[in-house]
């Protein structure tokens, strides 16, 4: 069994990397790993390939950045090709960026079944591209891997038949818990001066802003920064920052000065790892983080008015506080006051969600395919 794997940016590269790993060490299956290079910069791409030990792609498209239109086009029309030459049986794609949903699209097209990872989260807010880009992936895929109880439903609503939906837990969960160990030995905390010496890092918090709704609108980023600079003056916070958010920050003249608030380059993923699990707060408008501060046991205050993981905050550890800058400052006010909770792992979050995959894919005949393509290219 062939099975193409497509990576492009950021967040699907510790999705991509345990199920490549996964696929490596299964007789009979042969995993061909494309990376469409919607994330190029080696702190956005390459560093997670060292991190995780992800083998060099078989297949680079390059296809860079561009608006939505232009980068979803362009790996389409780059990703085409790869997949006559290739011939999978099985075109597998993760989370919500816009390569997920263009390789989805090709691979349907040409007849080849689609298996989505992280399938059914929706935050019901369409002017998210990724809202889009999920509903348009799970619409074609053939195989709905689910990481939450609410996705599963959310399926069901939208008419995917019951036996595509597999309930398997968290892939990136799968790369948290192997690179747990390997990340305590980062020197970032030192690197950063929350640890002198000491094995107890100084209280300090984490900052990642990079959606277009907080970011893209000058005004409101401004109103951001104050309010973390507010935050800052009781907790400091090291703020990792995205390129997008980068480009912004430039244009306000804003950066943090020898304020608490500290702005520094993106790291790789054990450093980021790291500097999570000893995280006093977490503050941020990732998708990913919420679920990863919800297994690390770190409060997270999530700057938007919706999740499409609800599982991370009736597990009690994600709160949304809006798009308010003031409500923000208050909610970090009232979580550093807080006391310790109840832990509640979300179900099925336990390491494993890569090999139930793998047996739903090797258990399974290909009978759902419909072959249109040309066996040639
Ligand atoms: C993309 C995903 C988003 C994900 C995020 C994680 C979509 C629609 N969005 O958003 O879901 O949360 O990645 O990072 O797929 N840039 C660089 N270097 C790079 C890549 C981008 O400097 O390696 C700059 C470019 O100027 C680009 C901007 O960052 O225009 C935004 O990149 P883009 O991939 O368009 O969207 P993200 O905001 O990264």
Redesign the pocket.
Known sequence: MKILLVAG???NFMKVAPLLHECDRRDGIRAVLVHTG????DG??DVFFRDLAIRPPDHELKVG?GS?AE?TAEIMRRFEPVCKVENPDIVLVVG????TMAAALVAAKLGIPVAHVEAGLRSFDRTM??EI?RIVTDAIASWHFTTEPSANENLRQEGIPEDRIHFVGNVMIDTLMTCRKRAASSRVLDDLGFRDGSTQPKPYGVVTL?R?TNVDDPARLKALVKALRQVSATLPLIFPV???TS?ALDRLSCSGGNSPLRFVEPLGYLDFLQLLAHARLVITD??GIQEETTILEVPCLTVRANTERPITISSGWNRLVGTDPEALVSACRQELTKGRRRPQRPPLWDGKACQRILDVLTGEKSTKRVRTMDPEP
């Open positions: 940016a950021r967040p919607q994330h190029y910069d956005l791409s950045s939505h980068q919500d960026v816009n390569s591209p990724e880009n990079h277009p995205h390129p997008r480009s990732s998708g």
